[in-house]
């Protein structure tokens, strides 16, 4: 089935199984804003704790914050984004569509890097064991072509981003021969910058209310907090300061479900480190989070770094993690080394001294920083596409979402085989007592199978039956969700079968 195909079914999963609604349905929808079901908000909270203890739990120099949406207008003046947070638009005179210049010129090479991967997939199968990618690349006259076509538009890509040459966005997409999706059509207007920020009044009218911003990073909040986390938590560099929280864009383009939202949250951590020592930082972090993406066993091949065209006006490096989803290969998450661009821009627009005296050093400095930045959106659409299945079986079909067990939104449902004999009061019975450590089902409606198929959809790793011989011997069928294996239990094992599966313990072991 085609990419696009088993991307629309995951969307319509996504609904009919509780897991993300469009904002604002009855009242058709809120573009590119999402609510997330009973079980979407439970999966969140699960990547959200997986990420949060992994920075917190298990760095002793890694402190946590909750800092509030509002903030002084000023701080989006000195951090630049007043003036340089925009992004490069194109609309379509026929179609009326907008989109991203940048986007549509990256889509572009994304095309071509995809000619040369078919090649290389196709060769690959014809000389099997015997193939050499390497002096296939480096030989085979079409992915050669291809590949100077790639470096070629790429470089000049990259020209144009960093020289903020809007003009020369345009005449790519217009020597690329760049058609709009809609209208099928090259009739451009001309390229121009958009800020992305919301803004907002605070205090009446009357009173000579002021402009504020909702904020578009949650970074901020943690660079105007530093001292005070420094100073009360006693931190000495290196420390990092992590947060999780909401962050607003007005995005031009919004049309992947929740992969561009205008309303989304984001995990952040920013290192404080000794200037100097930022690069070393920056490659650890690196490390530390694709292993972070990786424990997670959706498959090394599908995770990539991606080098950043044209460097943040802060940083003096950044990396995205890219992982493959169902349309391709995109950013989850951005690292880069900020320097001492914040801070120090805060000390200029405060007037208030950020520094941190290092004893070793005898002497004070604005600290650089190294930051890691993930969407916890985009965060689930990585482990919800990865995770959903559609398996053919002997006799029929089944669709399942092969959550990892410590991120499911319910652990376990507990099914008594009919609803008569006492059966539904032993099922009761065995969640009253697992409910403490997991989260826990009961359902006694329908059919076992069809019982089954729906915990399957909804991505449940154990399924529990009580029958007529539970009351006799205390045993259940416990029924494994990928291998449709069943085993006959006793009640008693059942915590410590479950527990091993579902404790984060085993994959903050990988990390
Ligand atoms: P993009 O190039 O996709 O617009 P970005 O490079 O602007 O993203 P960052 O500013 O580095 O993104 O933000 C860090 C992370 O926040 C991203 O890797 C992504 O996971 C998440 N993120 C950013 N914008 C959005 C959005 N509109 N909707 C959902 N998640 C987002």
């Given at each position: 089935m085609a990419q696009e195909d088993i991307f629309k079914k995951l969307v319509a999963h996504c609904k009919e199984y509780g897991y993300v609604f469009q904002s604002s349905e009855i009242y058709d929808g809120l573009s590119a804003v999402y609510d997330y079901g009973q079980y979407g908000v439970e999966l969140k909270n699960n990547i959200k704790k997986y990420w949060w203890d992994s920075m917190v739990l298990l760095h002793e120099n890694v402190v946590g914050l909750d800092s509030a949406i509002?903030?002084?207008?000023t701080i989006w003046k000195a951090s630049g984004h007043v003036d340089a947070f925009n992004d490069p638009l194109i609309d379509?005179?026929?179609?009326?569509k907008r989109y991203r210049a940048d986007v549509l010129i990256e889509e572009q090479l994304a095309k071509t890097e995809e000619k040369i991967n078919k090649e290389i997939a196709k060769a690959q199968k014809r000389f099997?064991?015997?193939?050499?990618e390497k002096q296939f690349r480096e030989t085979n006259p079409r992915v050669l072509s291809n590949q100077q076509k790639y470096d070629e538009l790429h470089a000049r890509f990259a020209k144009a981003l960093n020289d903020n040459d809007l003009a020369e966005l345009k005449q790519i997409i217009v020597d690329q021969e760049i058609v709009c999706?809609?209208?099928?059509?090259?009739?451009w207007t001309d390229v121009r910058q958009f800020n992305l920020m919301f803004s907002t009044e605070m205090g009446s009218t009357a009173e000579g209310a002021s402009k504020i911003f909702l904020r578009p990073e949650t970074a901020q909040g943690i660079f105007v907090n530093y001292l005070n986390v420094q100073k009360s938590g006693r931190m000495k560099i290196p420390f990092g300061i992590a947060q999780i929280g909401k962050a607003f864009r007005n995005e031009?383009?919004?049309?992947?479900f929740i992969f561009r939202m205008r309303e989304f949250e984001q995990m952040e951590m920013q290192f404080f480190v000794r200037p100097g020592t930022e690069l070393d930082w920056f490659e650890k972090w690196k490390t530390s989070r694709m292993k972070w993406h990786q424990a997670l066993g959706f498959?090394?091949?599908?995770y990539r770094f991606h080098e950043h065209e044209k460097l943040a006006h802060y940083a003096n490096a950044a990396v995205d993690v890219e992982f493959k989803f169902p349309f391709g290969f995109k950013e989850v998450e951005g690292i880069h080394s900020r320097t001492d661009f914040d801070l120090a821009q805060h000390e200029k627009y405060s007037g208030k001294k950020i520094r941190y005296f290092d004893p070793e050093l005898n002497e004070s400095y604005v600290p650089y920083v190294v930051e890691t930045s993930i969407g916890v959106d985009r965060m689930f659409l990585q482990v919800i596409s990865a995770a959903y299945c559609e398996e053919e079986l002997e006799k029929d079909s089944r669709v399942v979402l092969k959550l990892p067990p410590v991120l499911a939104p319910i652990k376990l449902a507990v099914l008594p085989l009919i609803k008569k004999d006492g059966l539904p009061e032993k099922a009761r019975e065995i969640i009253n007592n697992l409910k403490f450590d997991f989260n826990c089902q009961y359902d006694e409606k329908d059919s076992i199978g069809k019982r089954y198929r729906r915990q399957d959809a909804i991505g449940t790793p154990f399924c529990v039956t009580v029958d007529h011989q539970t009351s006799q011997d205390n045993t259940v069928t416990i029924r494994y969700r990928d291998s449709m294996e069943q085993e006959r239990v006793t009640i008693s094992e059942l915590g410590k079968i479950i527990g091993e599966k579902v404790n984060m313990r085993r994959l903050f072991e990988k990390l």
């Amino acid at each position: 089935m085609a990419q696009e195909d088993i991307f629309k079914k995951l969307v319509a999963h996504c609904k009919e199984y509780g897991y993300v609604f469009q904002s604002s349905e009855i009242y058709d929808g809120l573009s590119a804003v999402y609510d997330y079901g009973q079980y979407g908000v439970e999966l969140k909270n699960n990547i959200k704790k997986y990420w949060w203890d992994s920075m917190v739990l298990l760095h002793e120099n890694v402190v946590g914050l909750d800092s509030a949406i509002f903030m002084h207008p000023t701080i989006w003046k000195a951090s630049g984004h007043v003036d340089a947070f925009n992004d490069p638009l194109i609309d379509n005179k026929d179609s009326k569509k907008r989109y991203r210049a940048d986007v549509l010129i990256e889509e572009q090479l994304a095309k071509t890097e995809e000619k040369i991967n078919k090649e290389i997939a196709k060769a690959q199968k014809r000389f099997g064991d015997a193939f050499d990618e390497k002096q296939f690349r480096e030989t085979n006259p079409r992915v050669l072509s291809n590949q100077q076509k790639y470096d070629e538009l790429h470089a000049r890509f990259a020209k144009a981003l960093n020289d903020n040459d809007l003009a020369e966005l345009k005449q790519i997409i217009v020597d690329q021969e760049i058609v709009c999706p809609v209208s099928g059509s090259r009739n451009w207007t001309d390229v121009r910058q958009f800020n992305l920020m919301f803004s907002t009044e605070m205090g009446s009218t009357a009173e000579g209310a002021s402009k504020i911003f909702l904020r578009p990073e949650t970074a901020q909040g943690i660079f105007v907090n530093y001292l005070n986390v420094q100073k009360s938590g006693r931190m000495k560099i290196p420390f990092g300061i992590a947060q999780i929280g909401k962050a607003f864009r007005n995005e031009i383009v919004a049309r992947q479900f929740i992969f561009r939202m205008r309303e989304f949250e984001q995990m952040e951590m920013q290192f404080f480190v000794r200037p100097g020592t930022e690069l070393d930082w920056f490659e650890k972090w690196k490390t530390s989070r694709m292993k972070w993406h990786q424990a997670l066993g959706f498959g090394e091949e599908n995770y990539r770094f991606h080098e950043h065209e044209k460097l943040a006006h802060y940083a003096n490096a950044a990396v995205d993690v890219e992982f493959k989803f169902p349309f391709g290969f995109k950013e989850v998450e951005g690292i880069h080394s900020r320097t001492d661009f914040d801070l120090a821009q805060h000390e200029k627009y405060s007037g208030k001294k950020i520094r941190y005296f290092d004893p070793e050093l005898n002497e004070s400095y604005v600290p650089y920083v190294v930051e890691t930045s993930i969407g916890v959106d985009r965060m689930f659409l990585q482990v919800i596409s990865a995770a959903y299945c559609e398996e053919e079986l002997e006799k029929d079909s089944r669709v399942v979402l092969k959550l990892p067990p410590v991120l499911a939104p319910i652990k376990l449902a507990v099914l008594p085989l009919i609803k008569k004999d006492g059966l539904p009061e032993k099922a009761r019975e065995i969640i009253n007592n697992l409910k403490f450590d997991f989260n826990c089902q009961y359902d006694e409606k329908d059919s076992i199978g069809k019982r089954y198929r729906r915990q399957d959809a909804i991505g449940t790793p154990f399924c529990v039956t009580v029958d007529h011989q539970t009351s006799q011997d205390n045993t259940v069928t416990i029924r494994y969700r990928d291998s449709m294996e069943q085993e006959r239990v006793t009640i008693s094992e059942l915590g410590k079968i479950i527990g091993e599966k579902v404790n984060m313990r085993r994959l903050f072991e990988k990390l």
